[in-house]
């Protein structure tokens, strides 16, 4: 069941958070402070995972935490088109660009309170202590990113079940994080998926370079609070015919998202392609 019975972050079709206040260790070290913070969240919620206590409204209440705790080192968010999420009458696909691990961690709580949610996950995040059980107790898709024909298999397999079960899906179709968009390197599992179930698509663009991507690390880089993050769903589309269209309407959406948010330089524009 979706989380209605706890309050959402809002109830708006916008979210804006309020002037950061950081107190000094967190303005000196934020991404200490966020890491620091962060694990004792983590770890609250695999526990309960582990003892199959964390339902959905564990998971947004989780997510929403780390939302806070951006919040709290600095660093605001721009969240736009939650109306969009209120809107569908029924499961759906979200189909977002990917650029970080924040919005693994954030976006269930703009969505779960509205309709239970998984994502499309690779399988080594299904490895991490703790946040790999958080992952597992939400049932999610995992593929493992070595054969894309394996990969959409599963994706039009498990995920055609988990939507006429209720579940809605998130789907990044790029094929790894990055802080530019190129529709080139976008593929339309999330259109096929959507075609397949007999679902709507919500277009998701999203900045979270904020949460940088670490070098030894990867989903640990360090934290950027003079970043904003931001998030904008576009209005669901139905699928019609092989989906070529509602796909382009996707890529020019997030091309134009990112261009009005000051995407870095190397993205490629959608005319290009």
Not at 2 to 8: G, M, S, V
Not at 71 to 98: K, T, W, Y
Not at 182 to 203: E, Q
Request: net charge positive; with cysteine; charged share 20%.
């Amino acid at each position: 069941m979706a989380t209605n019975d706890k309050l959402p972050v809002t109830e708006a079709n916008t979210y804006q958070s309020p002037q950061p206040r950081p107190g000094f260790i967190a303005r000196r070290w934020p991404s200490l402070t966020f890491y620091t913070k962060l694990f004792w969240i983590v770890y609250k919620a695999g526990s309960k995972a582990n003892w199959d206590r964390y339902d959905g409204t564990a998971w947004a209440l989780s997510s929403e935490a780390v939302l806070r705790l951006l919040e709290q080192v600095g660093c605001r968010l721009d969240v736009s088109g939650l109306d969009a999420i209120r809107a569908v009458d029924g499961p759906c696909v979200f189909v977002g660009n990917h650029m970080s691990t924040l919005e693994t961690f954030v976006l269930p709580c703009f969505i779960q309170p509205w309709c239970d949610v998984t994502f499309v996950v690779k399988q080594s995040l299904l490895k991490y202590p703790l946040f790999g059980e958080v992952l597992r107790s939400r049932n999610p898709i995992v593929v493992g990113r070595a054969n894309p024909r394996e990969d959409l298999a599963v994706v039009l397999g498990k995920g055609s079940e988990q939507l006429a079960a209720g579940t809605s899906i998130i789907v990044f179709p790029q094929s790894t994080r990055s802080p530019v968009f190129d529709p080139a390197h976008f593929n339309t599992i999330g259109v096929k998926l959507a075609k397949r179930a007999g679902v709507p698509v919500v277009p998701l663009a999203l900045k979270t370079d904020a949460w940088a991507n670490g070098t030894r690390f990867k989903d640990f880089g360090p934290i950027h609070t003079d970043r904003t993050v931001r998030f904008a769903f576009g209005e669901p589309l139905s699928i019609t015919g092989q989906g070529k269209e509602e796909h382009h309407q996707i890529c020019s959406f997030i091309t134009s998202k990112m261009a009005e948010w000051g995407a870095a330089p190397g993205a490629v524009p959608l005319e290009a392609q």
